[in-house]
C-alpha cells in the first residue's frame, strides 16, 4: 500500500492520478492525445495500476508528462526550457551541450516540422528527494526534402534536479539510438 506522510504527498498522488488513468500511459493525457508512440500501456508506470509507485517517482512521470506536453506544443524552444542553467544534453554520436542557452541555441526546430514525443518507462528518486531520474522511448518525426516520412527511435534518460526556488528542471538529458536489429547487435564493423 502507498503510505502518504504529508498533504504534499497527496497533493502530489491526486495530480499523478490526473495524468495517469488506468489503462492509459502519461502522454496519453496531453490534450486528449492517443500515446503517440503507440506504446503498450502497461509498460509505463502508473500510480493507480501500480500502488507500489512512490510520490517521488510519481511526481517525476508527472514532470515528464508536463514536459512533453509543452515539447510537443512549442518545439525546440519549449524543449530547452526546461532545463536548469547548468543543463546538459547528450546525444548519440554528437559533442556535449553543456548550459541552457547553448541548449536553446541548437533546439531551433519548429513542431509543425519536428515532433519529438516520449514514453517514461521507468524512474527512481534519490533519497534526499531533491535528484531523480527516468527513462524510456522516444521518436521524433520529421520529413525529408521530397515530403517523405522521416522517423527516429531510441533510448532516453533525464535527470531531474530541483531547484533552490523549487521548481524542477532538467539537469542532463541522454539520448542513443536504438541499437541494431538482434544478429547486428555485437558484430565487429566489416573492413
Known amino acids: 500500500m502507498l503510505r502518504l ?3 504534499s504527498n497527496l497533493l502530489n498522488l491526486f495530480l499523478i492520478a490526473a495524468f495517469c488513468l488506468p489503462g492509459l500511459p502519461l502522454c496519453a493525457q496531453l490534450d486528449g492525445q492517443l500515446d503517440p508512440l503507440n506504446q503498450p500501456a502497461e509498460n509505463i508506470p502508473n500510480v493507480l495500476t501500480e500502488p507500489t509507485l512512490s510520490p517521488g ?6 514532470l515528464e508528462a508536463e514536459f512533453q506536453k509543452a515539447v510537443v506544443a512549442g518545439g525546440g524552444k519549449a524543449f530547452a526550457s526546461w532545463f536548469a542553467p547548468d543543463g546538459m544534453t ?3 554520436g554528437k559533442t556535449p551541450v553543456i548550459g541552457r542557452e547553448a541548449i536553446a541555441t ?3 526546430w519548429d513542431p509543425r516540422g519536428y515532433q519529438l514525443t516520449w514514453t517514461p518507462e521507468g524512474g527512481q528518486m534519490g533519497p534526499s528527494g531533491d535528484m531523480g531520474f ?3 522511448h522516444y521518436e521524433g518525426r520529421s520529413r525529408d526534402q ?3 516520412p522521416v522517423v527516429t527511435t531510441g533510448r532516453y534518460l533525464t535527470i531531474w534536479k530541483k531547484q533552490s ?3 524542477w528542471k532538467v539537469s542532463l538529458d541522454a ?3 536504438l541499437p541494431p536489429s538482434g544478429s547486428e547487435c555485437c558484430t565487429l564493423p566489416k573492413p
Open 5 to 7: 506522510s504529508s498533504r
Open 57 to 62: 517517482v510519481a511526481l517525476l512521470m508527472q
Open 90 to 92: 547528450l546525444a548519440n
Open 106 to 108: 541548437q533546439a531551433t
Open 134 to 136: 527516468t527513462w524510456g
Open 146 to 148: 521530397n515530403g517523405n
Open 165 to 167: 526556488d523549487g521548481s
Open 175 to 177: 539520448s542513443a539510438d
